[in-house]
């Protein structure tokens, strides 16, 4: 950070005081708030990036050539007993919250 020249020491405490505040807002995010953040829609994309990285899975998983793949766990297999049931809770999970928020 530049290094400024303040005057006024009025001007110097708030600056300081910010600083504290933005470094202590910074303490209480931790690793997860660094990441998604702080509010109300972190759960929205936390959910969102489950939902994500589900569906890229299956994408890898679909795109990969037969020989490579399980014998016992086809395509079907994946599609109907892991993607589309997480798909539908994380579905559910988010027009639930939704709807039990404050105000609706």
Partial sequence: MNK???????????????????DRRKAELGFLGKFFGSGD????????????????????YTLTPDKYRSADFGLKEMWTLVVLPVESTIIGYLIGSRSKEPGN
């Fill in 4 to 22: 400024i020249e303040i005057q006024d020491p009025r001007v110097a405490s708030k600056i300081i005081a910010a600083n504290a505040e933005n």
């Fill in 41 to 60: 829609n972190v759960r929205l994309y936390i959910v969102g990036t489950i939902a994500l990285g589900v569906l890229l899975i299956a994408l890898i």
